[in-house]
T-cell receptor, first 112, second 115 residues
Framework: AQSVTQPDIHITVSEGASLELRCNYSYGATPYLFWYVQSPGQGLQLLLK??????LVQGIKGFEAEFKRSQSSFNLRKPSVHWSDAAEYFC??????????FGQGTELSVKP | NAGVTQTPKFQVLKTGQSMTLQCAQD?????MYWYRQDPGMGLRLIYY???????DKGEVPNGYNVSRLNKREFSLRLESAAPSQTSVYFCASSITGTSGTDTQYFGPGTRLTVL
């Protein structure tokens, strides 16, 4: 069965520090992978997606993610976090039928 | 271009009451989705509509019905609300709904409380 696991429920980082959010997936075929961000009280916005080619994907707001097939991972990174990055982050895998399966989410807090 | 809009933003119901959540998109997308978001569980698919005139069950369809009114609109109905349906509901749309690479675009959500 397809599934997505985000091992960290809540992460706190200091402003200016680097960030890595973990995502592991279980999917039989070539996965289509997404990271979405949800600011408080808002809907979800796409940060980036991967479906083929270069395994390092650049997204909006300075985020990037790396697909590692051997580790079944698609971790999200940012070199320097800003206070406005505080939000909830969701990893998702898309199947051939166009549906998304989401992870549980990771809430990011940013310390001044 | 408003994207995906949802009404209402907030709603409080009593157990047994019914209500319909409305969703509309102006991006000429073929596919639309309804999710619920609960703490610690991410988003779970309730129903989806791959194209106008079709609807299919998702992961958690019990207690809900949907109507794809036209290409733009996709409504979610709770016939007899239960406290377990207290959640935040999101509508989304995508251009084809048949490709795993499609981006889904989300509305701002409806926060529903059932007492």
């Amino acid at each position: 069965a397809q599934s997505v696991t985000q091992p960290d429920i809540h992460i706190t980082v200091s402003e200016g520090a680097s960030l890595e959010l973990r995502c592991n997936y279980s999917y039989g075929a070539t996965p289509y992978l997404f990271w979405y961000v949800q600011s408080p009280g808002q809907g979800l916005q796409l940060l980036l997606k991967y479906f083929s080619g270069d395994t390092l994907v650049q997204g909006i707001k300075g985020f990037e993610a790396e697909f590692k097939r051997s580790q079944s991972s698609f971790n999200l990174r940012k070199p320097s976090v800003h206070w406005s990055d505080a939000a909830e982050y969701f990893c998702a895998v898309g199947n051939q039928g166009g549906k998304l399966i989401f992870g549980q989410g990771t809430e990011l807090s940013v310390k001044p | 271009n408003a994207g995906v809009t949802q009404t209402p933003k907030f709603q409080v119901l009593k157990t047994g009451q019914s209500m319909t959540l409305q969703c509309a998109q102006d991006m000429n997308h073929n596919s639309m989705y309804w999710y619920r978001q609960d703490p610690g569980m991410g988003l779970r698919l309730i129903y989806y509509s791959a194209s106008e005139g079709t609807t299919d069950k998702g992961e958690v369809p019990n207690g809900y019905n949907v109507s794809r009114l036209n290409k733009r609109e996709f409504s979610l109905r709770l016939e007899s609300a239960a406290p377990s349906q207290t959640s935040v509901y999101f509508c989304a749309s995508s251009i084809t709904g048949t490709s795993g690479t499609d981006t889904q675009y989300f509305g701002p959500g409806t926060r529903l409380t059932v007492l």
